[in-house]
């Protein structure tokens, strides 16, 4: 199966909506992740909303501040589309 990201949106706690090229949005719970190993970055807020970003076709962080798909972290897309419940797009009614 080929899984794409397309857009991701972090919230407060953790969670992250994450929108699929199959036209899907998940919500994805990173919390069990923050503070182990290269995900010790995230307990930093402003590096966990500002960084947060699609790199290499999944949820990423931006490590380098240029975007650089070499340079991140990531989390692989079917691990994200698998481990996450299927939601509403919350964006749908602000159009």
């Not at 807020?45 to 990531?74: E, H, K, Q």
Request: net charge negative.
């Amino acid at each position: 199966m080929l899984v794409k990201v397309i857009q991701v949106f972090p919230q407060k706690d953790y969670k992250i909506y994450v929108y699929f090229a199959d036209g899907r949005v998940k919500l994805y719970d990173a919390s069990h992740l923050v503070g182990k190993g290269v995900f010790k970055a995230l307990e930093d807020m402003d590096f966990y909303f500002n960084r947060c970003t699609v790199l290499n076709g999944t949820l990423a962080w931006d490590v380098s501040g240029i975007y650089d798909p070499a340079n991140c972290i990531d989390i692989d897309p079917v691990t994200l589309y698998n481990e996450s419940i299927e939601v509403e797009d919350p964006l749908k009614d602000s159009a």
